[in-house]
């Protein structure tokens, strides 16, 4: 129902009745009371008087209490929103409740009540605009005013206003009027000609969308533009769709401003990115065309500074005027006058008007320095600078000029973050100190100045004390603004929501800087790393906690999703089990609460319309929930898999007890007393494989067309899988024990060879208890075992999916750790498929490393166009959760850019067809594959091998009739794999130690280079001398006494390393000795051999078999001198080299500039 809010009161005064009587004309005075000019009264006066007294009301002159409402009440009370068809009044209660929003804060429950409403009057403008303009088109139509109004156009000649853009029409379905009924006809709506010629008629009335209906255009846009920016804050993205296309009809048909279309069409860019629509986003793309300045904007621009200009030294000429007619005798007070006469004039003219200014921004008039100001703003978030820098410098030259402080402020503040995207951080900060000089701003241009400067301070790399010094500013500031909140209490919410940012943000620059100082994880135990972290922590929490008491829901979700990630960091770094365990629950409870708040913002978005109106796009907090789930989800199967390893420990106990032992245990064991800490425990792993399968799978439901969150999902789903596979594995892990089971099997056969079996008549007893407890132990194991398989069977299936998608799109560390976790699936059972997903991870994870490598080598983006370009992808990808930037067109011209023109960028991508790389290699290649996993926990050895075919036995046939029989072919292939466990701390120490042996080496070649210089001088002064002083000078030489003994014992410490790198890599090592050792001639390979030509003399010599050997290890081990295992010394080695990857090897020998295989000459190195 539509009512006037209205307060009632309480009043003493008169009942409003009939008219009073002498009230008005001939009336008596008020009271009763005669005029003095009326003296006495004549009978028949009497008598009427009498008469009219009698009809007098004494209810209408008593005073009495009433109830009294303040405001107009309607004339309809039933009314309702729906049935207001008048423009103008929606358009009133439209701004009315963008105003009640902007006034309540994010803080007040009715906040997005108040939005939606706005959005709903917004919707109501449309429904009336477009179904009063139906019977108008048709009027028109049968008149012919269409054909008239162009034909008249053409007559007269004009040219097509350049304010209005050349526009690609979609198909329309339907008539003209017809209103959009999805979000992806909103996100395309162009309001039909038609349409916009009705609006124009007088006989539409208050329905249409005109200058009468809207007589401000510039406020409604105005509130527009706020109200989408309210929207967008607080997820309903979708609903700003039909804002932006009357926000395009406005500036369009109203305003007339091809510059303000433009600055719309590049938001509507921005929301049709975020709702993953990108065939929108590219038609909003044409429309706006090619961002830059418009001509006759620019000299409309520059004539208004001119006559500015003119008109001050106009006020010039007026001051120098007016001093000099000035009298001698009143001089001062006449000077004193002028002066102030003069000042105000200027004041005045500078502002362009000479009357009072206005208390805020005037919104009547389009002021192109704004919108260039805005334009260029949006153009730096979507990655496009230069535009946006010519538009900077016109704008600030045009405020300058007009003395505009706030735009000029604002101006300087986006060159700031224009310095920043570039990576001129100094630059930055000096733009945002002369942005605080030029304006004394609110709090918000205060926070966002110094929010770009702590920015900007942490990004700058050559500063190693970047985030100490970011930590110093975000101290001062909240120091700074814990005054101003105390001193300005009414902006509670305002002061609170700026201290808690810079409060977490404090919390995140500290775990920074514990984790740059402190990097490896055996750090984070020490008390005082892990007081700091604490620390930190409890910041993050303060903030997140404030943020959501404020109304900032996504700003806490994403801060709680931070700060469960470090407690989870803590969790794995702790070997002590009760410790691990705390920092475990504490993390997932971080993460359940992120969760829950981001359900909390997806269900109150989703329920406001049908889902199957969002099926088709993907809304930024629905990608946030995704986001948050999976991070919790990668928590929970940590948590499963320390889980699952504890019990293994526990079942590898149980099975190494005696029947003693355990029949003892059974009689002196008591129920445990647990304390809160396990009981929580148990209960957290009592159904985490289910907790985790149900989260994984609602967050891939969620990722509608979003290929990195829905490659995630699936690597997190065939994980999740593996681990239960291994959990429910009755027997203790046996897929990387295979050789260990195949000796123990054969020591067994050796035994058993020997003795003989004796049969006994004896059956066992099927009914004893003792049979019936083995059968039903085994029913059982076999019941797990096949559950295990079937386990298995859908973790590989779902991880090769995760791994196809991850390769077509590039996303390499998830590719990389599908392949890992598919090594995993298949063990030692597959030695072919595991060592080839092993080189896949080996090759994904060297990629990463290197494409970190090139940025940190090109980290100024003013150097080559080669680092602009990965800075700015690595801009577009840093919030490409929220913001979605990698499907928009600059996102792609860049990929493009990068892969068209440089070769570096080209060699690190990872082909999809990379398991069918080996094919191309030569048959005599043995490539080597060693590699940590990502935890260092595990190590990996594995050989690659091109499966090469020798001929077979003949079997034996009853009828040898057929002469030259070929043998048939048999594959024999090398492929080995195997995995030792190791620790992190071992392989950084043995890496530290190599280190510390390459430095000394250094300063001992300097060292005898030195000398060799010194020597080399001694002997060009002494060949100068005659022979009896050169005999005097020489001495006996014992400068090299001391370099001998130093090379002396750089050998021995190498030995030492060498033997040090043995013994980590034995269990390795001996694999390859095994796969490498020359072949012996066994009685099968002469079998093949024909009848006639087993004579020695027509044998010959035995063809030596040559093997060419490639070393790829991680960079740990690439420090080491893998060369020198005595595994690799073999006299069947001819070649032993090094690379960083089997995607290497091939970019660098098999793929040359125009993309065809070529074969190069392998290069050989010594050992």
Known sequence: MLSVAAKEVKVKGKQKGKPRKGSGKGGAPRGGRKSPSEGGKTPEKNDQSDAESADINAADYIPVEKHITIGLLPNNTSLNVKDLCDVQQLDGLFRVHVLLAQVAGRQSPAFADYCLMAQAYVMGIWESALSASGPIIKELSKSGAFDKASSANKAKGKKPEKDVSVKEKPKRKGPPEALPTSHEEWAQYDVPDEVIEACKQEAIKGAGINNKTIPKPGLTYHYMDLLVSFLRDIGYNHLALPILAMMDFITRDILKSRALNTLVHLKSVEVCIELNMPTAALYHENLAGEPAIDEDELAKSRE??????????????????????????????????????????????????????????????????????????????????????????????????????????????????????????????????????????????????????????????????????????????????????????????????????????????????????????????????????????????????????????????????????????????????????????????IFRKAVHIAEEICENVQTLMPLQELRNHCLPVQRELVDAKLAMSDCMLDILRVYIDEERDKQLQEMRKGSVEKVLEEMISQSPDLSQEERDWIDLTKCIGEDVMSEVKSAHNLCNGIPNLKARALYNIGKALRLLAVHKNPNAPSLWELDEMNMLKMEEALLTEGETEEETDDTMDTTSKTYIKYSTAITTAKTQLENSHKYFLDASEILTQALNLALQHQFKDIAGLAALEIAECFGQFDPATTSMHLALYQSCQSAIYMEDLLMRAQQDPTCSQQAALLHQRALLLENDTTTNLSIGTMMKTINKKLEADWQALRRLVVLPNHLDIIRELPGDFNIVVMQHSPDKKYLYGAILDKPKTVPAAPEVSKKPDKKNMVPPLQSVTKARVVRIETSSRSISKLVEKFKAHKHEVMLLLLKAEYQRTAIAQRQKMLANLDDNSRKESEEPAEENTELEEDIENMEDDFKKLTGAMETYLKPISQQFYMAFRPATVTSQNTATIPEGKKDKKDLGPPEPVTETLIIMADPNLLEMPLEALSSFQSDTVVSLTRDFSLQMLYHRNYQDSQGTLVCVTHVQCMC
């Open 304 to 589: 208004e500074m001119e006559v500015l200009k003119e008109k001050q030294l106009q006020v010039v000429k007026e001051e120098i005027r007016s001093k000099m007619n000035i009298d001698k005798e009143d001089g001062i007070e006449l000077r004193a006058i002028d002066k102030l006469k003069v000042e105000k004039l200027k004041k005045n003219t500078v502002s362009g008007k000479t009357e009072a200014s206005h208390l805020g921004k005037p919104l009547g008039k389009v002021e192109i320095r704004d919108v260039w100001t805005e334009t260029a703003h949006a153009l730096i978030k979507q990655g496009v600078y230069q535009p946006a820098r010519e538009m900077l410098n016109e704008a600030h030259k045009n405020a300058q000029c007009f003395g505009d402080k706030e735009t000029e402020a604002r101006i300087l503040y986006i060159f700031g973050l224009l310095s920043y995207h570039e990576a001129q951080f100094a630059q930055a900060i000096n733009f945002c100190h002369e942005a605080q000089m030029t304006l004394e701003g609110d709090e918000m241009f205060w926070f966002d100045t110094a929010w770009l400067m702590i920015d900007a301070t942490a990004a700058d790399k050559s500063n190693r004390e970047c985030h100490r010094e970011a930590r110093k500013m975000l101290i001062h500031a909240l120091n700074v603004y814990t005054e101003v909140a105390s001193e300005r209490p009414n902006k509670e919410s305002l002061t609170g929501y700026i201290l808690a940012r810079l409060e977490a943000r404090l919390g995140s620059i500290q775990v920074k800087i514990a984790l740059e100082t402190y990097p490896t994880e055996a750090d984070l135990v020490k008390p005082k790393v892990n007081e700091a972290l604490i620390s930190a922590c409890t910041k993050m929490a303060n903030g997140a906690n404030k943020l959501l008491d404020l109304g900032y829901l996504r700003e806490s979700v994403a801060i709680r999703t931070e700060h469960g990630g470090i407690l989870w960091k803590l969790a794995q770094a702790y070997p002590d089990k009760d410790t691990k365990h705390s920092y475990y629950m504490q993390a997932m409870h």
